[in-house]
């Protein structure tokens, strides 16, 4: 089969593998059906996550049937439609039954990471019937898409962990696919703001158009006094980081409102500066969250009634054979305009 190789920072290469095999009772053998790529793959290539070893197979998002299943499981039949959700989880262990699925001791994000993903033909998928989702018939694919990974990343990373709540003030720093996931799933809560930070002009425009209440330039040296105009010079309730630099964690330092969270989503690759000399009395709160995707389920509900259409991030498709192009097109968005490149498979 045909799948999109990592070989250590820089390197990839489209090539011929070997179809996967069940190796364990509970697995399954899915045959993708559409892919895409993640701001995480990048990080990846950058050679920000050690786990990635040369030879693996990226991707950990994606939709497809099930193409077999091994003994153990009961819950998925040959030819189901599916999701594949970022995080593998068994169910069981100590932190599965806590809804801590991201730290599975037997799976979490593995998948395009510790094991090979799904940026392939085939994919095996441990733990079947706790990571896959069967897909309510007569939903758009590639909307499904954008639930492996991006909605409850945005959602429980950003929105939850963030206190979003009926008139509250949001800012999300980065205005990416992750930042925008976070801005759809964040109007579930009527906050009275949402504030989009960027660099970028056509993505700020994008989060104009998908509902943030105002979009600033983080370029501009008043970004800072910017937001504190908009909120009556408090700051924000919920500062969001969605970009995973330390020049983006350190401004949600200086926009959160005393009270505040500042909620981290980004992935970081270099320690960030934390000023505890400011912030040690100011009641805010700091998360950070690998996505459990415990949420997936709902969030599948809410495409499924149209309460949100996360379609519209998907900007260029391509054919798997075309990969190396999806990669050069997403990983140049300032100058393409991607969001989520969408890939046949
Ligand atoms: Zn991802
Ligand atoms: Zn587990």
């Known amino acids: 089969m045909k799948a999109l190789v990592y070989h250590g920072p820089g390197r990839k ?3 011929e593998r070997p179809k996967p095999a069940l190796t364990a009772p509970g697995d399954a053998i899915v045959k993708l059906t559409r892919t895409t790529i993640c701001g995480t793959d990048l990080h990846i290539l950058k050679g920000d996550v050690p786990t990635c070893a040369p030879g693996r197979i990226l991707g950990h998002e994606g939709v497809g049937i099930v193409e077999a299943i091994g003994a153990g ?3 998925l039949a040959v030819g189901d439609h599916v999701l594949i959700s970022c995080i593998t989880s068994c169910g069981r262990c100590e932190n ?8 599975c001791e037997t799976g979490g994000w593995i998948l395009g990471n510790a094991i ?5 033909e085939y994919v095996r998928i441990p733990h079947a019937e706790t990571s896959l989702y069967r897909i309510p018939a ?3 694919e590639e909307a499904l898409v954008m639930l492996s990974d991006i909605l409850p990343t945005g959602f429980e990373c950003g929105v939850l962990n963030g206190k979003v709540a009926p008139g509250s003030t949001v800012a999300i720093v980065g205005a990416g696919p992750i930042g925008l996931a976070t801005l759809l799933t964040a109007q579930f809560y009527s906050p009275a703001q949402i504030i989009m930070i960027d660099l970028d002009d056509h993505r700020l425009a994008v989060a104009q158009r998908f509902g943030a209440t105002a979009i600033l330039d983080s370029s501009r040296s008043d970004v800072v006094d910017q937001v504190k105009a908009l909120t009556g010079g408090r700051g924000v309730d919920a500062a969001i980081e969605a970009v995973g630099v330390p020049a983006t964690f350190e401004l949600c330092q200086d926009l959160v409102a005393p009270g505040g969270v500042i909620a981290n989503i980004g992935v970081h690759g270099i320690k960030a500066d934390l000023h505890l000399e400011r912030l040690w009395s100011a009641n805010i709160s700091i ?16 495409v499924q009634a149209g309460k949100i259409d996360p379609k519209r991030l998907i900007t260029h498709r391509f054919k798997l054979d075309e ?8 990983a140049e968005a300032a100058r393409t305009e991607a969001l989520k490149v969408l890939i046949e498979v």
């Open 13 to 15: 290469a489209l090539e």
């Open 73 to 75: 499981v009961s819950g």
């Open 96 to 103: 599965c039954r806590r809804g801590m699925y991201s730290h």
């Open 116 to 120: 090979d993903g799904t940026q392939a």
């Open 138 to 140: 007569g939903l758009d």
């Open 287 to 302: 998360t950070t969250r690998l996505v459990d995707t415990v949420t997936t389920p709902m969030l599948l509900k809410t």
């Open 323 to 330: 990969v190396m192009d999806a990669y050069a097109t997403f």
